[in-house]
């Protein structure tokens, strides 16, 4: 049987990364069945074009995975390829949370054939050979454990993936058109792909408004370090022959969740020279150990996403997240731009001690830190979550199925000291400011001191985080987006030709001095 694994469109960015679940159960895929990966957010198609595809290659079963924000036009996908009678199988976190509505039975329509519930790493195997017999059942769960919580898998062995030969043409962040060119330059920059690694799932902080301690559970399961080295040697070593460049996104919810865990891969990763550069997720309390910090850098660690949520301590007492200290979190970011590792702040405004004037206090707060990347949104509550069950009783849940009337940035329920419009005014000026064009100047100044390439990287990955905010999908909106500017282009582009030109009169000069072999 053919199988195609396909995740839709987010609406709003070209994904920068592939999503792991894919590959992951492509992997999990009796060998006898061929499977193929189609990402909406890298291969652009319509309803009517994916259907054509699946009806010209014979797929016999399409499995769609959705976070909530993206399951409305996940259920427009899966309605049509029912309509042309291909079999519909879902999963991921939005369907564990509300099977009954992609299985029509909360009084909706029927969006899937069959749902995969919870990790379904050893659910997937029985489900596509019930698919190919023809004998698919509506629901798929892992089996339960005597607590009656689902079995989870260990992670130990974790399924090989094969990156080296994998096709990732779509997921190339570099333009056909430069690939030729870009190829040649320095270590080869011909293609460019970020690729997401696990090393762990599960979460035990639990904070109200997150889906991850519901979904993963509260224990944490480590794959072995020496598969993470492993897989890392073979991503390093197809970038090499390729001639591009390999970046990982460690996916787990806090990588550093187990510090001794984390210190002791970090440094099996450093031993085998298989860093590469990578961001993690690791929350704000963790980071406070120079030891690990100082591993982070040394094992390529260059971006830390935090989530930093507010720098109110009320709101963060409001949300289970009292363990993360916002009085500490410019020596955070001191630490660790010390090491020119930069920061992915998130933040979110709506929350229940939130006032109007909330992004001017914040924003003030961010750029009285080291420069790095801010995002901001708003209090979302998502199925089977705490928040939205507390929200659901007080009577405060203005759409209760926001993810069916999907609007960016606008709120679900109603904050307790301002309003669904002024949260949304605040994270627009939130936006606006930390990414306007004086402020990405200044931010390019506070780390002026700094090798070119840090700060060519910190400006180039400003212009793409303010595309999650901003519209800027189109060629238009990015020649705009240079012209505003042009002026801290122009120093970066005047810094790198004298780096270039001094770089030249070095070699030059040394290969000057050399001896001769007459002079030998
Ligand atoms: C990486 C990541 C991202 C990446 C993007 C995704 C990518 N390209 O990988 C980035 C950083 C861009 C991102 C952004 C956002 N994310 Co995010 N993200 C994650 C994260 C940390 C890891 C995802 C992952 O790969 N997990 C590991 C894999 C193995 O797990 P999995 O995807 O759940 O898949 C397993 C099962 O669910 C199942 N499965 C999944 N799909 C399918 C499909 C089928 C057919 C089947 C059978 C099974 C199946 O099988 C897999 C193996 O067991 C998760 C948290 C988490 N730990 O999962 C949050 C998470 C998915 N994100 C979340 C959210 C809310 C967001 C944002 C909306 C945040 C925001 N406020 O802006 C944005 C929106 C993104 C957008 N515009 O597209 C929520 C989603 C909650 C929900 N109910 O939808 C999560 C769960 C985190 C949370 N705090 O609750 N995210
Ligand atoms: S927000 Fe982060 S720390 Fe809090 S429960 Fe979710 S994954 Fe864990």
């Not at 993810?403 to 949260?423: C, G, N, R, Y």
């Not at 700060?455 to 909106?477: A, D, T």
């Not at 780096?499 to 000069?509: D, E, G, L, M, P």
Request: charge should be neutral.
């Amino acid at each position: 049987m053919k199988i195609l694994l396909y995740n839709p469109d987010n609406g709003i960015t070209r994904n920068f990364m592939p999503h792991l679940w894919m590959f992951l159960l492509q992997s999990l895929t009796p060998k006898e069945h061929e499977v193929i990966l189609i990402d909406g957010n890298a291969k652009a198609m319509t309803r009517p074009e994916l259907v054509k595809f699946c009806k010209d290659e014979n797929i016999g079963l399409v499995g769609i995975g959705a976070m909530t924000r993206m399951v409305a036009r996940a259920y427009l996908v899966a309605d049509a390829l029912r309509e042309a009678g291909i079999k519909v199988v879902m999963g991921g976190p939005h369907v564990t949370e509300c099977p009954d509505e992609a299985l029509g039975k909360d009084g909706g329509p029927r969006h899937a054939d069959a749902v995969a519930l919870g990790e379904a790493d050893e659910t997937w195997p029985l489900l596509v050979q019930d698919a190919a017999n023809g004998t698919l059942k509506e629901i798929y769960q892992p089996e339960i454990d005597p607590k009656g919580n689902d079995k989870k898998p260990n992670l130990q062995p974790y399924p090989h993936i094969p990156w080296e030969t994998l096709d990732l043409d779509q997921f190339s962040l570099v333009p056909k058109f430069f690939k030729p060119f870009l190829s040649k330059m320095g270590e080869g920059w011909g293609s460019f792909h970020v690729v997401p690694i696990e090393t762990g799932r599960g979460c035990p902080y639990g904070c109200e408004f997150c889906t991850v301690t519901g979904f993963f559970g509260d224990s944490i399961r480590f794959r072995s370090n020496e598969s993470v080295v492993e897989e890392l040697l073979r991503l390093k070593k197809r970038a090499k022959q390729e001639k591009g460049q390999m970046a990982v996104f460690f996916i787990d919810d806090n990588l550093a969740i187990n510090k001794k865990r984390l210190k002791g891969l970090l440094r099996e990763i450093i031993a085998a020279d298989a860093q590469l550069p990578w961001v993690a997720q690791i929350s704000a309390n963790l980071l406070g150990d120079e030891e690990l910090v100082d591993l982070i850098a040394e094992a390529g660690g260059k971006w830390v996403f935090i989530g930093m949520e507010s720098i109110d301590p009320e709101n963060m007492a409001s949300v289970n997240k009292n363990f993360s200290k916002p009085g500490d979190y410019k020596d955070v970011l001191d630490r660790l731009a010390k090491r020119n590792i930069y920061a992915i702040t998130s933040f979110i405004f709506g929350m229940d001690n939130d006032t109007p004037g909330a992004a001017t206090r914040t924003v003030e707060q961010i750029e009285s830190w080291a420069p790095g990347l801010p995002v901001f949104g708003q209090l979302t509550p998502f199925p089977a979550t705490p928040l939205y069950t507390r929200l659901e009783k007080e009577g405060r849940l203005s759409r209760p199925k926001h993810w069916l009337e999907f609007a960016p940035f606008v709120m679900a329920h109603t904050p307790l000291k301002m309003s669904i419009e002024e949260a949304k005014s605040e994270v627009k000026y939130a936006w606006s400011s930390s990414y306007s064009p004086e402020r990405n100047a200044q931010a390019l100044e506070a780390i002026k001191d700094q090798p070119l390439q840090y700060k060519l990287s910190h400006f180039v990955s400003r212009m793409f985080f303010r595309g999650i905010y901003f519209p800027q999908m189109r060629r238009r909106e990015w020649l705009m987006l240079f012209y505003q500017n042009r002026k801290s282009i122009f120093g970066l582009v005047k810094e790198g030709f004298s780096t270039w030109r001094q770089a030249r009169r070095n070699s030059k000069i040394q290969t000057d001095a050399l001896p001769t072999v007459e002079q030998a």
